[in-house]
């Protein structure tokens, strides 16, 4: 069944800030090994790097500090985060927005006096992040797509990755199995080391802001291999998504955070401001406490009329709206709605997940060969991610990958696959293709969107997230009684909207189960039976194998709760 064979030294999945970054330092550390980007989408154009809007965290400017951004990053993740893996973050920040710069070719914003322009982001004591407007994302994988096609590196675009391959003794990866979208046929990539840097991704949640192409496959893959993922019940919610209705994929797209900041307000279907009677800081609270008191008035039943509430900006002056946030306008004004003059219709979205695969500093996992980066992995951002260091996390450790791999595989060789391992890979695709009665997979997909918003999203008890365990089963147990219409392979969407599916649910499951396990509230984490945070210097991270939890302490190699790498501590 498998159409073709390939061979490469180095394999990465996905192709962004994490895949690209990796692709480009491996060739430059080893020109003579082939490299080879395989990707669910078209190169330079899928995955939420190119969607990044706000910027990159890095302290660069003279009166900040990487101690400085390391504290901000560790009490952001309310010390869940491994201290090793956040430290390299800071540090190589650095290094990589001037490689960004000056090697690859980005135009950041800069200041009157040349300086690269920093502004501030919520949860930072200092201004850091760096920016190219408000389309930062598009300027960075611009560049590096360009510099990844002008040189000799091989790229499967439209192959979906579905399941890593180890070798015949199971105790290192020998390659991976991918669907070619395009002909539907099975395609073998054997590899002496493979990045998995498809990008998690929360979109199993009824309002969500990653790009379509992102349906937690790397992590669903990796947890099939018997991989560790750590801080899994950590999704973080951002407050305001556009809510334009269901049928149109401009709902749950992220209204920035600036709109909040510079002083607009948040509004209940009664239209009263209400977010002062849950936090001195009111709109300006962050992120998670915003989304926290939206959903709880959205439970009270006072909601606009596709469910939500709203946002309003029209005290501050139509004018001066237009002009500080002409793109938010445009973007409204799209789905028929007055930012500017009237209210916007919003919603709390699923945006980013803390959780991952389990790594070390040097991007290695559990199993030799395989390397984790970006989004897929876990442990640099703790219980919630700041602003700003998400790009920076994908491009720093997406760049560290490329360069171990490189040098790992100079003393690698070749190693032949379970075969096995690949024949139950491709029946479990064919699952849908067994004839019988074809029905809609819609009925599923919103199954799976309300169980996810409903029990194991903002606010989450024992009773609800034990109602969503039964629910996803029975629904992963649906989608393998489900048959596809026809047997064409060739660009099924609802085939992969069918793989999609099996992982998403695959990693809701353990969304669930790592969220039932922790029995406190902490970061993004909040259980209404356990609302208090517990002791932060008993800190303890859930680490998910074979669908079973376990807690394990949080190490604070370099810093304790209640020190601080500063000198001054205000
Ligand atoms: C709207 C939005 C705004 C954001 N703004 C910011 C911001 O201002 N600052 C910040 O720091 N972070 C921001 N983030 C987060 C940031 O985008 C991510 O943290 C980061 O870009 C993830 O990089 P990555 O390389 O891990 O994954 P991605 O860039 O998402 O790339 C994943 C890649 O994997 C591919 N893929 C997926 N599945 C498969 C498969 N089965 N087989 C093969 N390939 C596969 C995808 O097609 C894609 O190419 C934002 C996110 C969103 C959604």
């Known amino acids: 069944m498998v159409a073709k064979t390939l061979d490469t030294d180095i394999l990465i999945l996905g192709s962004g800030g994490a895949g690209l970054f990796a692709a480009l330092h491996a060739h430059k550390a080893a020109p003579e090994l082939s490299v080879t980007v395989a990707v669910k989408g078209l190169l330079g154009k899928c995955g939420c790097t190119r969607m990044v809007q706000g910027g990159y965290n890095v302290a660069l400017a003279r009166e900040d500090s990487i101690e400085r951004h390391f504290m901000d990053t560790i009490q952001g993740g309310a010390w869940l985060s491994d201290q090793e893996l956040a430290w390299k973050l800071v540090v190589l920040a650095v290094e990589r927005i001037k490689e960004l710069e000056n090697e690859l070719g980005c135009f950041f914003d800069r200041n009157p006096d040349g300086t690269v322009h920093q502004k501030a982001f919520a949860g930072q004591t200092f201004d850091r992040t760096v920016h190219k407007g408000d389309l930062t994302g598009i300027e960075i994988i611009n560049r590096l797509a360009e510099q990844v096609w002008a040189r000799n590196i091989g790229r499967l675009e439209e192959h979906r990755a579905v399941e890593l391959i180890k070798d015949s003794s199971g105790k290192s990866i020998a390659g991976v199995l991918f669907i070619d979208m395009r002909t539907g046929e099975y395609v073998f990539v054997r590899a002496k080391a493979v990045l998995l840097a498809t990008g998690g991704g929360p979109t199993m949640y009824r309002y969500h802001t990653p790009s379509g192409d992102k349906s937690c496959d790397g992590l669903a893959m990796a947890m099939r291999a018997g991989l560790p993922l750590r801080d899994m019940e950590m999704v973080q919610f951002h407050p305001t998504g556009l809510l334009a209705g269901p049928h149109t994929r401009m709902t749950g797209t992220v209204l920035e955070e600036g709109l909040r900041g510079a002083g607009g307000y948040l509004l209940n279907g009664a239209k009263e401001r209400f977010m002062p009677r849950y936090d001195p800081k009111a709109e300006r609270a962050t992120r998670d406490l915003v989304s926290r008191a939206m959903f709880t008035e959205m439970r009270k039943g006072s909601v606009s009329p596709h469910g939500g509430l709203y946002l309003a900006m029209s005290h501050l002056g139509a004018p001066e709206v237009r002009r500080q946030f002409k793109g938010m306008v445009e973007r409204c004004a799209d789905c028929g709605f007055d930012l500017a003059g009237g209210m916007v219709e919003v919603v709390p979205t699923a945006h980013y997940m803390m959780g991952g695969v389990e790594f070390a500093a040097d991007c290695t996992t559990a199993l030799p060969g395989l390397y984790v980066a970006g989004e897929d992995s876990g442990g640099v951002h703790g219980a919630n991610r700041l602003g700003g260091n998400g790009v920076a996390n994908s491009t720093v450790f997406g760049a560290v990958a490329g360069d171990e791999m490189a040098a790992w595989v100079?003393?690698?060789?070749?190693?032949?696959?379970?075969?096995?391992?690949?024949?139950?890979?491709?029946?479990?695709?064919?699952?849908?293709?067994?004839?019988?009665?074809?029905?809609?997979?819609?009925?599923?997909?919103?199954?799976?969107?309300?169980?996810?918003?409903?029990?194991?999203?903002?606010?989450?008890?024992?009773?609800?997230?034990?109602?969503?365990?039964?629910?996803?089963?029975?629904?992963?147990?649906?989608?393998?009684?489900?048959?596809?219409?026809?047997?064409?392979?060739?660009?099924?969407?609802?085939?992969?909207?069918?793989?999609?599916?099996?992982?998403?649910?695959?990693?809701?499951?353990?969304?669930?189960?790592?969220?039932?396990?922790?029995?406190?509230?902490r970061g993004a984490h909040f259980r209404s039976d356990f609302p208090e945070s517990g002791s932060l210097e008993n800190s303890t991270f859930t680490s998910i194998r074979d669908m079973t939890v376990s807690m394990k302490p949080v190490v604070f190699s370099r810093v304790a709760p209640g020190q601080s790498l500063l000198r001054h501590v205000a």
């Open 410 to 521: 100079k003393s690698a060789s070749q190693r032949e696959p379970d075969r096995a391992a690949i024949d139950a890979a491709i029946a479990f695709c064919e699952r849908p293709f067994r004839g019988g009665p074809a029905v809609s997979l819609e009925p599923m997909r919103e199954r799976l969107y309300g169980v996810m918003w409903e029990k194991v999203g903002i606010l989450r008890d024992a009773a609800s997230l034990q109602q969503a365990q039964s629910e996803l089963q029975s629904l992963d147990a649906a989608l393998d009684g489900y048959s596809i219409p026809g047997a064409a392979r060739e660009f099924n969407l609802t085939w992969h909207d069918w793989l999609n599916l099996k992982s998403l649910v695959a990693v809701s499951r353990a969304i669930t189960l790592a969220a039932a396990a922790r029995r406190e509230s």
